[in-house]
């Protein structure tokens, strides 16, 4: 069960936990994109850009939701990260952390600190959405297992 305050429930989202937990999320949280929303998309970004199954039915789940619940700016938000879209802060962190081999030192820093820099909380809470999609991807899958080219998916 979702903690009562989204921004305290911190765990790895598959798919169906997020279709799960969506009610408990969804327009909760201060803010003209709530925290909950925030941490939606980023978990839907995550699960649309690596192709996560399930990724189709959470969205319609959030997005059902979300036209009652919350607002105009975070439907967009929500919308867009259902689609694989995201701002370019949120694409360069997430093309960086997807990268086969390694960064140039100081990179993926300088990303994150422009992602945590979105909004008054928004872009810690997307940071933490994807970090728990993350999380789930990586419990699911071999570490030697291929992860999608994000060329063609971070747009």
Same mark, same amino acid.
Do not use: F, Y
């Given at each position: 069960?979702?903690?009562?305050?989204?921004r305290?429930?911190?765990?790895p989202?598959?798919?169906?936990?997020l279709a799960?937990?969506a009610?408990?999320?969804?327009?909760?949280g201060p803010?003209l994109t709530?925290?909950?929303?925030d941490?939606c998309?980023?978990?839907?970004?995550v699960h649309?850009?690596?192709g996560?199954p399930g990724?189709?039915?959470a &969205?319609?789940? *959030? /997005?059902?939701?979300?036209r009652?619940r919350?607002? +105009?700016?975070?439907r967009?938000?929500? !919308?867009?990260? $259902?689609?694989?879209?995201?701002t370019p802060?949120?694409?360069r962190?997430?093309a960086?952390?997807?990268a086969?081999?390694?960064? &140039?030192?100081g *990179? /993926?820093?300088?990303?994150?600190?422009?992602l945590? +820099?979105l909004g008054h909380t928004?872009? !810690?809470?997307? $940071?933490?959405g994807i970090r728990?999609?993350?999380?789930?991807v990586?419990?699911?899958?071999s570490?030697l297992?291929?992860?999608?080219?994000?060329?063609?998916?971070?747009?």
């Amino acid at each position: 069960m979702a903690h009562p305050d989204p921004r305290l429930d911190r765990r790895p989202r598959h798919p169906a936990a997020l279709a799960l937990d969506a009610a408990a999320l969804v327009g909760k949280g201060p803010g003209l994109t709530p925290t909950g929303d925030d941490l939606c998309s980023g978990v839907l970004l995550v699960h649309r850009l690596l192709g996560t199954p399930g990724t189709d039915a959470a &969205a319609a789940v *959030v /997005l059902g939701l979300a036209r009652t619940r919350t607002t +105009a700016a975070s439907r967009l938000l929500l !919308a867009a990260a $259902a689609e694989g879209r995201a701002t370019p802060a949120v694409r360069r962190v997430l093309a960086t952390l997807l990268a086969p081999g390694p960064e &140039a030192p100081g *990179v /993926l820093d300088r990303h994150v600190a422009a992602l945590l +820099a979105l909004g008054h909380t928004s872009g !810690a809470d997307l $940071a933490d959405g994807i970090r728990d999609g993350l999380l789930a991807v990586a419990a699911s899958r071999s570490l030697l297992s291929p992860v999608p080219s994000t060329e063609r998916n971070c747009a």
